[in-house]
């Protein structure tokens, strides 16, 4: 045994008669801050560029997926399987250029595309179509980048002028949104930095 299937029987066990504690007592509630921090640090990590903590941050990651995994399975709700299924399906869905008929030639196409079909299948029905725990500087790039309001820089010279930093906040996102340019990454690269040069 070997793989992802060996990862779920380490969890098993561990939510299973006789194991840990700690583990056995976790729902899918309690593990949120932790699926949010793994996800954090595999952030930082890719974008530190370590091949070794590359690795390790996106192995936390996965064990998040395999821990969600066997309690929805205890709970009889769904397992793994059903979790890999669905992202393979969707990835065919989502991908018609490539295992269907449709064309694209560029990343913008296929990213337009993308879109699309998730509208289709509708996941817009979200507040703004966006998830409650986006980072709040993506969650701007985003509703931007989608033509909500869209900040300029004549919007964030005004701003400054009036000394009111939330609207300034918000059309420098907007700058970085007519650029598609990710606000989130950007600031997460320029933090490591200071952290290494402190």
């Known amino acids: 045994m070997g793989g992802m299937e060996r990862l779920l ?8 008669p006789g194991g840990c504690p ?34 390790e941050e996106l192995g936390d ?3 998040q997926v395999a821990f969600h995994s066997v309690i929805a399975e205890e709970e009889g709700r769904f397992t793994y ?13 989502r991908h018609p250029h490539v295992f269907g008929e449709a064309s694209a030639h560029t990343p913008e ?24 725990h986006l980072p709040t500087l993506l969650r701007a790039y985003e509703l ?22 939330e609207e300034a906040l918000w059309n420098l996102v907007g700058l970085f949104a007519k650029r598609g340019l990710d606000p989130e990454s950007a600031l997460r690269r320029r933090s490591l930095r200071a952290c290494r040069e402190a």
């Open 109 to 132: 196409e296929v990213k337009a595309r993308w879109e699309a079909l998730k509208a289709e299948e509708g996941k817009e029905e979200r507040p703004c179509g966006l998830p409650q």
């Open 81 to 93: 399987g059903d979790v890999e299924r669905g992202i393979v399906e969707k990835l065919i869905r």
């Open 9 to 16: 029987e380490v969890m098993r066990r561990l939510r299973g």
């Open 144 to 165: 931007q980048r989608r033509g909500v309001e869209p900040g300029s820089e004549e919007g964030l010279r005004a701003a400054l002028e009036r000394g009111d930093l």
């Open 61 to 63: 990651v996965l064990l």
């Open 22 to 55: 700690w583990d056995r007592a976790q729902t899918h509630a309690s593990l949120v801050p932790y699926l949010l921090e793994e996800a954090s640090e595999a952030a930082d990590a890719l974008l530190e560029g370590s091949p070794q903590a590359m690795a």
